[in-house]
T-cell receptor, first 113, second 113 residues
Framework: GAVVSQHPSWVICKSGTSVKIECRSL??????MFWYRQFPKQSLMLMAT?????????EQGVEKDKFLINHASLTLSTLTVTSAHPEDSSFYIC?????????FGDGTRLSIL | KQEVTQIPAALSVPEGENLVLNCSFT??????LQWFRQDPGKGLTSLLL?????REQTSGRLNASLDKSSGRSTLYIAASQPGDSATYLC????????????FGKGTRLSVIA
């Protein structure tokens, strides 16, 4: 079946650091990728939608200058958390869609000290 | 705006019991509904996907039903096992386009041996 690879799976870094998370669709072309964030014991909340070759569409309350999304190819999207702070600590999951259904990565746990 | 609610938020049962998890959504105009399993700190595993035209789907000990008109779905787990312990998420897809899923907060299930 379709596979989405997300890397890294776990990141611990100091406050002020920028962190890049990669999401790759391994065996299909993902025209659209979604980035979700999940706080402890909460559901997945959509952060942004990115279409290949276009600017990402951000949900209300998500700072586009803080969460930079690049979707330059049909198999790769990246999320960069710039100048991360402890409140950005969360579980980030990507989802790739080229056809139904959507396929999810295994997530990245980000811990900012 | 579509909202998905899952009841109960947490559930603890002895091994061997049959159980039902509930999911409701406010807008009945959905394309499909999906049940996921999430282990602590991990990504999502798709369990069952029900198209809007379907009433139920079965996979092994799992059975999911969909009553689109009333905005409800149930996930039935037969003969529960300790390995079933996880968080179960319900998500709806609003339409056939590349739209993000809308998730509920999940039900945390503990099956006690």
């Amino acid at each position: 079946g379709a596979v989405v690879s997300q890397h890294p799976s776990w990141v611990i870094c100091k406050s002020g650091t920028s962190v890049k998370i990669e999401c790759r669709s391994l065996d299909f072309q993902a025209t659209t990728m979604f980035w979700y964030r999940q706080f402890p014991k909460q559901s997945l909340m959509l952060m942004a939608t990115s279409n290949e070759g276009s600017k990402a569409t951000y949900e209300q309350g998500v700072e586009k200058d803080k969460f930079l999304i690049n979707h330059a190819s049909l198999t790769l999207s990246t999320l960069t958390v710039t100048s991360a702070h402890p409140e950005d600590s969360s579980f980030y999951i990507c989802s790739a869609s080229g056809n139904q259904p959507q396929h999810f990565g295994d997530g990245t746990r980000l811990s900012i000290l | 705006k579509q909202e998905v609610t899952q009841i109960p938020a947490a559930l603890s049962v002895p091994e061997g019991e049959n159980l039902v998890l509930n999911c409701s959504f406010t807008d009945s105009a959905i394309y499909n509904l999906q049940w996921f399993r999430q282990d602590p700190g991990k990504g999502l595993t798709s369990l069952l996907l029900i198209q809007s035209s379907q009433r139920e789907q079965t996979s092994g000990r799992l059975n999911a039903s969909l009553d689109k008109s009333s905005g409800r779905s149930t996930l039935y787990i037969a003969a529960s096992q300790p390995g079933d312990s996880a968080t179960y998420l319900c998500a709806v897809r609003p339409n056939s386009g590349n739209t993000p899923l809308v998730f509920g907060k999940g039900t945390r299930l503990s099956v006690i041996a």
